[in-house]
């Protein structure tokens, strides 16, 4: 009995422990069976995860676009007004040198902003060249001459359809092919080979596109190098960066350039108007006037109080409640307190959120990326990486270089020209064809750009 006992509890946990495991890797077999995905990853679950986020775009960001386009009219209308009403009147009466000065320089900065603001929502992005006419279809009434020019077709078009037109001779002194087309398909059980070259035209719908890196699976068409499908505009983008809802419209090959330059100078737009009316606004947010805000500004005060008031006991809760509002006569400088306060914090804010956009931006075009390609190559990296190599982006051509080809200039002379003052000047190239950096190895400072 006790030799029993004893092998019941030295064989017992033992069997519990052999079942317990059996049902656990049969529940792991089981759910990899289901679920499991050897492409699956973290982003690819986050993905999925934000799939009714991204149907919210695709749905509705085209009926947005028209609303932010008003907003940013509308601010930038209403701070351009108040700096005309109240800060330069201001700035007047304190330096006519300065008045001159802000005349001239405010006014640049204004014309390159609604300048490239307006290319920006009115220039097209760049898409790939259509298809041919059906009257400039390329007709072959025989197989083997078909054959014999796809090597030649395929090195610089894209053949997007290949259909069988089954025609009599008639039609086709006519050269009428609205007949009964029959899409052929390569690789399916048929060759051209098979069909009667006597009364078959093939005909081949060509695209022109020098190069092809993939097939666009939304427009079903050939996609040049660095083009991208975007879902809201519903066509592929030429070195699509994002879809902007502040301009309604594609950041692509052809206003990349002045999406950047209107996010340059309306951040230096936003500095300035800040600059200008910073004395004008510790005035009113600060002095005796009273304001019709609520506390809500009151750790910006109690910060202020304790850097140049630490001296004074005042409650800075004081300063910013009005206890009174201001009398209905006294309607003109209420309107003005509240407009001072408005263009100060509108600029500020603008500035620190712009400022960050056009950090990243400009950090993208020093790489040569843009905001969809920079997770395409991280992505490389990662996969070049377990194999112990070094990827490369093609695009990129070093800093110096990056920012010619962005910005379209040569020299100082075409600098000024093209980037400090605005310039409708094309791209470089046609968006189809890149050219690809290359590099060298060294033992002692690995890959050099050539």
Known sequence: MPYMIQAMVTWLPRRVRRKLRGGSDWVSTLYYTLFYNYFTSLYVALEVMLEP???????????????????????????????????????????????????????????????????????????????????????????????????????????????????????????????????????????????????????????????????????????????????????????????????????????????????????????????????????HFYGDEPTAFPPLFYPLNAIHDAIYRSNDPAKPMSIIINPNPPPKENYIEHYYHIAVLYEFILCSGVTLALGLLMLWHARLISKGETSIEVHINNTQRKKYKKKNLVYRNPYDYGLKKNWMVFLGFHSCRTFICKVLLPSTHPPEGDGLIWSRASYKFKQDKGLQLL
């Not at 201001?90 to 320089?105: A, G, K, N, Q, R």
């Not at 640049?108 to 790939?128: A, C, E, K």
């Not at 041919?132 to 390329?138: E, M």
Request: net charge positive; glycine share 4%; proline share 6%.
């Open 53 to 283: 986020l991204f149907w919210f775009v695709e749905k509705f960001a085209k009926y947005l676009g028209p609303v932010f386009v008003t907003l940013v009219v509308v601010m930038t209308t209403s701070v351009v007004t108040i700096f005309y009403v109240c800060l330069l009147p201001h700035v007047y009466t304190t330096s006519l040198p300065w008045t001159i000065f802000h005349l001239i320089f405010g006014h640049w900065l204004l014309v390159n902003i609604v300048f490239h603001y307006l290319m920006g929502v009115f220039s097209q992005p760049g898409t790939p060249p259509p298809q041919v006419n059906k009257d400039t279809i390329v007709i072959y009434q025989s197989p083997e001459l078909f054959i014999k020019e796809y090597l030649v077709y395929k090195a610089a078009y894209a053949i997007f359809e290949i259909s069988l037109c089954k025609c009599s001779e008639s039609e086709l002194q006519t050269n009428d092919i609205k007949c009964c087309i029959l899409t052929f398909q390569m690789g399916h059980g048929k060759t051209l080979q098979s069909y009667n070259s006597e009364l078959s035209v093939f005909t081949c719908i060509l695209q022109n596109v020098p190069e092809i890196v993939s097939v666009c699976k939304k427009c079903i068409s050939p996609k040049p190098p660095r083009t991208h499908h975007c879902t809201i505009c519903g066509k592929c983008i030429l070195k699509m960066d994002h879809h902007c809802p502040w301009l309604n419209n594609c950041v692509g090959h052809n206003n990349h350039r002045y999406f950047f330059l209107f996010c340059v100078y309306m951040w230096m737009g936003t500095i300035y108007v800040s600059w200008v009316g910073h004395d004008l606004f510790r005035q």
